[in-house]
């Protein structure tokens, strides 16, 4: 294997704590590791051959090795962490959010904070809150947070100095700040105090105020008010139903993960206790990518990965030691500015909560990686080496254009993940600018689909399938270079040679009958396309009998949508007598049985 030529160069590297990196032909880093000892860490890799078929590919790739030198173990592992986010080596352990659920920011890092929708946490001084599951949660929350505290929505600089308030002040959505007469800094400052404690989950108080305000404002007679107070109580209430109460308050502040490691992947689930409750439930998936294999690994690059953005409370109980674990516990506690302790609990409530979490990660393996999911993995991995990606595509958007000679154009959306189709995510589009040009149609619809998402802030596909060849997929790219999202890899899918077209290779790709990545691309790209025909004849049903109907002297947009919801079609509205459709609607004189039979 290629790494015993570096034999004489691993026999001189320094027996201090550091990070290494094995670098490949192309010298992209393709594995980051710390030690304790860079001499006897790196060496152990030359008699690593047969460990596994993972081992044997990186031994294969190996061309060089890189290493950084660091005062202690906990330096090396921050370092590594660092790298492990920058590089996304491939044979490293690399863990994803299943979900994209939204956090709420409290900008408590400006003089007059406001609260802001967020999609990741942010080290910028600010509060952040989340996730929240279902993402309307976070806006009614947000809401509530304007209704009951007057918390600021508008981006102005506020110094105090405005003459008047705004309409926001008026309906009672904010204490103008920006008028020092109304609101001074340090009233401001309670409100936000009172905002920050119900993102803090503290809801049996706020549950309490609100109870005793909407029964004062039903008992003077202020109706609106107590119906405002009482849609904010029930928001309270679900938010506080979410927090489900599993043990008493002595169990404080802390994290409980569960984990579950097996051939397919592994799944980690992280129970966030916060005040003796849990008030929110995390699932992290990693592939089975990595060369760590074994628990005690998968859980250290968890602990790594899943502290980088978030600060860890004063406790963490994990299923099971992990390396260096003073060395990680000293550099959560730098992070958090006091002191986190990581445990295996033995005994009690705490070994109760984490056998909890394991059970709920094993229930998850189970229901996620079945024999279909494994083919599924084999499918995205090959389409990954052939379209030369930097990791799976677990993601993948499909487009499709329908149309009959540029009428009632339509295109669809369809969304593949883990390759399962996700039908809740499909997507239907008309055609606004283009009725006759498939090029143009799909240029507009590619720009519209990825200008919303750079607005929502993902999740962005790691694969984009157009169906279509060379110049459906030239005009794909197209729209997305307009929007500066020229990065994202597309691949067009052409009809019966059934080659996959990419930017960069002059040839197209010929993938076997029976590959399981062609019969995946397929799948996905004839779903897109029954998605599109459908909508394709349900918007040229409309078009007909829209046409048809408005035809009809005093028959406008009301009346046709009550005649069809009645009488089911434009043949059930021709078959009914003047009686039974002025049974549904009032028709004018002129409207006569030969206008309604077209005649």
């Not at 790298?83 to 994209?100: A, H, V």
């Not at 008493?248 to 397919?264: E, H, I, M, N, Y």
């Not at 628990?295 to 968890?302: G, R, S």
């Amino acid at each position: 294997m290629p790494i015993h030529d570096l034999k004489e160069q691993i026999a001189r590297l320094p027996e201090q704590p550091g990070v290494y990196l094995w670098v490949n032909r192309s010298g992209d880093t393709i594995y980051v590791g710390k030690a304790r000892s860079l001499r006897d860490r790196v060496r152990s890799y030359l008699a690593a051959a047969g460990m596994s078929p993972r081992h044997d590919a990186l031994l294969d790739e190996i061309t060089s090795v890189d290493v950084i030198v660091t005062d202690s173990v906990m330096e090396a592992l921050a370092l590594e962490n660092n790298l492990i986010k920058e590089r996304s080596p491939k044979y490293n352990i690399l863990l994803r959010d299943d979900k994209n659920y939204p956090f709420l920011q409290l900008t408590t890092s400006e003089d007059f904070p406001r609260m802001l929708v967020a999609r990741r946490v942010e080290r910028n001084g600010d509060f952040y809150a989340g996730p929240f599951l279902p993402a309307k949660i976070a806006r009614r929350t947000m809401g509530l947070a304007h209704r009951l505290f007057g918390i600021r929505s508008c981006n102005e600089v506020i110094t105090g100095a405005r003459g008047r308030p705004c309409l926001e002040y008026d309906i009672k959505r904010c204490i103008a700040p920006c008028v020092r007469e109304i609101c001074t800094q340090e009233q401001y400052g309670v409100a936000v105090a009172n905002a920050r404690l119900l993102l803090e989950g503290r809801n049996d108080e706020l549950i309490d105020t609100l109870r005793d305000r909407m029964v004062g404002a039903s008992e003077e007679q202020r109706f609106e008010e107590a119906a405002q107070l009482r849609d904010a109580l029930r928001t309270v209430q679900i938010l506080r139903d979410r927090q489900q109460k599993v043990a008493t308050a002595q169990l404080g502040d802390r994290d409980v993960f569960g984990l579950k490691v097996g051939p397919s992947g592994s799944v980690i689930q992280v129970f966030a206790m916060r005040g003796g409750r849990i008030v929110e439930r995390l699932e992290l998936v990693a592939d089975p990518g990595g060369i760590a294999g074994r628990d005690a690994d998968v859980l250290q690059a968890t602990l790594q990965q899943f502290y980088e953005m978030r600060v860890a409370p004063a406790e963490i109980d994990l299923p099971l030691d992990v390396e260096d674990c003073e060395a990680m516990e000293e550099w959560l506690s730098s992070r958090a500015e006091r002191r986190v302790k990581i445990l295996v609990p033995q005994r009690g409530d705490k070994k109760a909560l984490v056998e909890l979490a394991t059970r709920n990660a094993e229930l998850s393996y189970r229901t996620r990686f079945n024999e279909n999911t494994a083919a599924h993995f084999d499918a995205l991995e090959t389409l990954r080496a052939v379209l030369g990606l930097p990791s799976i595509p677990r993601r993948i958007e499909c487009f499709d254009i329908s149309t009959i000679q540029g009428s009632e154009t339509v295109a669809s959306m369809v969304v593949c993940e883990d390759g399962r189709m996700k039908k809740s995510e499909y997507r239907k589009f008309r055609v606004r600018s283009v009725t006759a040009d498939d090029f143009g149609a799909m240029r507009e619809v590619v720009q519209r689909r990825y200008r919303k998402i750079l607005e929502d802030g993902g999740p962005f596909p790691d694969l984009i399938l157009i169906d279509g060849g060379k110049g459906q997929l030239t005009a794909a790219y197209e729209g997305l270079e307009q929007i500066g999202l020229g990065n994202l890899v597309a691949i067009g899918i052409a009809k019966k040679e059934e080659l996959l077209f990419t930017r960069d290779r002059q040839d197209p790709v010929a993938l076997p009958e029976n590959d399981p990545a062609l019969l995946l691309i397929e799948r996905i790209r004839d779903e897109a396309h029954r998605f599109a025909v459908t909508f394709h004849r349900k918007a040229r049903s409309m078009r007909d009998l829209r046409s048809q109907l408005d035809d009809v002297p005093g028959i406008g947009p009301r009346r046709r949508r009550a005649l069809l919801t009645k009488f089911g079609s434009l043949a059930g509205v021709r078959r009914a007598t003047r009686e039974e459709l002025e049974m549904v609607v009032s028709l004018p004189a002129r409207a006569d049985r030969g206008a309604l039979d077209g005649r």
